[in-house]
């Protein structure tokens, strides 16, 4: 197998449940385990994130992402010395792919990948000069081809987080004690996820089960929405327990676990909460139906409509066999969210890079 330099460059790097972060930590970590030399670049790390890589052998390069014009020049120079010498340049967000092709641009036209985590940003398309580019769902592939008339048709590399060197397994982990009729949200707490649309059904829910109650696990940074939940008058039926580092905890106490989306390219939190073996209910956009496969391991509704959530909710929450069938289906079929296949797949991606055949795992 041949062992590659690999220069993942992203934003900040914090382990503060961002999907961004967490997917690309994963992949290194991932790749530094298979042998190759690994650096991660990126504007700043906290703590834990820098115990995390130094421990697995990952070099980590701070001060390198320009979060305002005035620092392009600073984390161009720092970027530069490391991008030049890779034999990959993987990109994770619109700003580190300006840092890349500034700081190495002849490693960049020939050596370059990108990640399209999040591919409706207005700014995407500067990804999309990498030389190779990766979809994390086969939505977001055709979203990206529709956007450039054919031009680009990205590989399809689903995200991973089984395995995922950065946490214990799943059935390590003792469940929170939420009660019976418990639904769980994790994730951030702003328009694209669809909380607002969350609270407005979980009206309904305890309408029909006064029991119900909505555990939302993220940053506590939107005050809007806890206003939204008392004037919806949910009182204790809407608890926002800020953040955790692992989420899975939560999950494992839940009865239902929820994704409201009205936009998703995958949808990690559902791989994350299909490896507790929860039941899953979901929104039909982007990539999610691709995380549940194809809405046999979690059922799909439609966005912004609170009526047809609450519905597939109190299904769950009422039908003992319908909630017994969605977590045994939950755990079928769990290789498809392993760490180590998305970096066997990112491996025929760099592969198919100018001088780079023939790469190993």
Excluded at 250 to 259: D, E, H, I, T
Aim: aromatic content about 4%.
């Amino acid at each position: 197998m041949r062992r590659l330099r690999i220069a993942h460059v992203t934003n900040a790097m914090a382990l503060d449940g961002t999907g961004v972060t967490n997917a690309a930590v994963d992949l290194a970590l991932e790749q530094r385990a298979a042998g190759h030399q690994v650096a991660v670049l990126c504007r700043w790390a906290d703590e834990p994130m820098r115990a995390l890589l130094d421990g697995a052998g990952v070099l980590l390069v701070e001060g390198v992402e320009a979060a305002r014009p005035s620092d392009l020049q600073r984390a161009v120079r720092a970027a530069a010395p490391v991008l030049r010498r890779a034999d990959v340049v993987h990109v994770h967000t619109v700003r580190a792919t300006a840092v890349a092709l500034l700081a190495a641009p002849a490693r960049f036209a020939t050596r370059s990948v990108s990640t399209l985590h999040n591919p409706y940003q207005r700014s995407a398309p500067l990804m999309w000069t990498t030389r190779r580019v990766v979809s994390i769902s086969a939505a977001d592939r055709d979203l990206v081809a529709r956007r450039t008339r054919g031009l680009r048709r990205p590989a399809v590399v689903l995200n991973g987080t089984v395995g995922s060197r950065r946490l214990p397994p799943a059935d390590a982990l003792q469940p929170v004690d939420l009660g019976p009729h418990a639904v769980v949200y994790v994730g951030a707490l702003y328009a694209r996820k669809g909380v607002d649309v969350l609270l407005r059904a979980m009206v309904r829910v305890r309408r029909e089960l006064p029991s119900a109650r909505l555990h939302l696990v993220g940053n506590r940074d939107n005050p809007q929405l806890e206003q939204l939940a008392d004037d919806l008058g949910l009182g204790e039926g809407a608890v926002f327990e800020g953040f955790s580092p692992d989420p899975r905890r939560y999950m494992k106490g839940a009865a239902v676990v929820v994704l409201p989306s009205r936009a998703e390219g995958f949808g990690l939190v559902l791989v994350e909460a299909r490896s507790t073996g929860v039941p899953v209910v979901a929104t039909r956009v982007g990539g999610i139906p691709e995380a549940l496969d194809g809405g046999r391991a979690g059922l799909l509704v439609d966005p912004e409509d609170d009526v047809d959530l609450a519905r597939a909710l109190l299904s769950v929450l009422t039908d003992e066999a319908l909630a017994v069938r969605l977590r045994l289906a939950a755990l079928e079929g769990l290789e498809r969210a392993h760490v180590a296949r998305a970096a066997r797949e990112y491996a025929e991606v760099y592969a198919s890079l100018p001088g780079l055949s023939a790469v190993g795992p």
